[in-house]
């Protein structure tokens, strides 16, 4: 069992920042990847970013891309996601995710273990 923590939502006005966190505890050897994915009521989870636990090397939604960066710190079990340039299609509730396999992909379906979620809200 893995347990996710997600911190530092809030609202925040467009073209500003956010960044949030995820502590991860409990079953963590092993694990491939993290991820953060948006949701909006009545929508699929949707996948913003991940990073491969092992390398550091991370994977954006074309959306994410150039405005927000993921990063790791294996030894707090922790990962991060730095988010700039917010605008009101960034509004949802973000989710951690872990993954016990790779290659990562852009699916929920393909997460273990979720936390659950930080509403981020951004103001016009």
């Known amino acids: 069992q893995v347990d996710l923590v997600e911190s530092g939502g809030g609202t925040v006005q467009a073209g500003g920042s956010l960044r949030l966190s995820c502590a991860a505890s409990?079953?963590?050897?092993?694990?491939?990847?993290m991820a953060w994915f948006r949701q909006v009521v009545g929508h699929e989870r949707e996948f913003v970013a991940a990073?491969?636990?092992?390398?550091?090397?991370?994977t954006y939604s074309h959306s994410a891309e150039d405005r927000f960066t993921i990063s790791k710190d294996n030894a707090k079990n922790l990962v991060h996601l730095q988010m700039n340039l917010l605008n009101d299609e960034d509004t949802g509730v973000y989710y951690c995710?872990?993954?016990?396999?790779?290659?990562?992909?852009?699916?929920?379906?393909?997460?273990?273990?979720w936390g659950q979620g930080t509403q981020v809200t951004v103001s016009s």
């Open positions: 990073i491969n636990w092992r390398t550091g090397s991370p």
């Open positions: 995710a872990a993954s016990f396999s790779l290659p990562i992909t852009a699916s929920p379906h393909a997460m273990d273990y």
């Open positions: 409990g079953r963590t050897v092993g694990t491939s990847a």
